[in-house]
């Protein structure tokens, strides 16, 4: 499966982005899908996560109400939507995908299978 990542940007703080992730899976809908990122000299962490049929998502605490992760399986393409944007948020966003036989979130960075290329995110204060 390859992942194209894209909409990243330069961008002030409390403005937002829109991230779009497009898959070449067959079948998009069996894969979780997930948003992660790295700041420089950090190591990756997770952002969102949402499941096969969009149901259930999940995010890291510092970014609850601010970002939302959505899917279009039939578009095979997952969004993060960032609103509220601040200087911390500035790093290189990767989306990940896993083939799952059951149909839950997964937040664990050494779970996902393939990765985009990354798109950089930049929050000027």
């Known amino acids: 499966v390859q992942l194209q990542a894209s909409g990243g940007g330069l961008v002030q703080a409390g403005g937002s982005l829109r991230l779009s992730c497009v898959a070449s899976?067959?079948?998009?809908?069996?894969?979780?899908m997930g948003w992660f990122r790295q700041a420089p000299g950090k190591g990756r962490e997770f952002v969102a996560t949402i499941n096969r049929n969009g149901g259930s998502t999940e995010y890291t605490d510092s970014v609850k109400g601010r970002f939302t992760i959505s899917r279009d399986n039939a578009k095979k393409t997952v969004y993060l939507q960032m609103n509220s944007l601040e200087p911390e948020d500035t790093a290189v966003y990767y989306c990940a995908a896993d083939r799952k036989l059951y149909d839950h979130t997964d937040t664990r960075v050494n779970d996902y299978e393939f990765w985009g290329q990354g798109t950089q995110v930049t929050v000027s204060s």
């Open positions: 899976a067959r079948t998009l809908g069996l894969y979780v």
